[in-house]
């Protein structure tokens, strides 16, 4: 995983998420997402976790990568980086999937 950051709601079961209708469309690599909001289990105090994920609600990155339900986005062009210097791992009930 390189160092990159996986975070899982707790709250969120998969059984509950199966008959939830407004759970998020299944997503696919290349699908191009919109962070719109940071994790409700991102960890306290850590304030370059806290900038990275405030820095990318609102904005559009391409799944880059999927594993275990969580999705892999390049988020480095946020901060005027290469698009991988970044990356995050987030479920995808905190994305929306954009139409092509």
Known sequence: MDG?????????????TQHNETRAPTMNIGDRVKLTKVPDDLPEGNRQLE???HGCVGKTFTVAAIDEG?????V?????KPADYHRIWVEPNLVKRLEA
Request: hydrophobic content about 45%; glycine content about 4%.
């Open 4 to 16: 990159a950051l996986r975070l899982r709601s707790e709250n969120v079961s998969p059984a509950t």
């Open 70 to 74: 969580l999705l892999e986005l390049h």
């Open 76 to 80: 480095g062009e946020a901060f005027e």
């Open 51 to 53: 900038t990275l994920f």
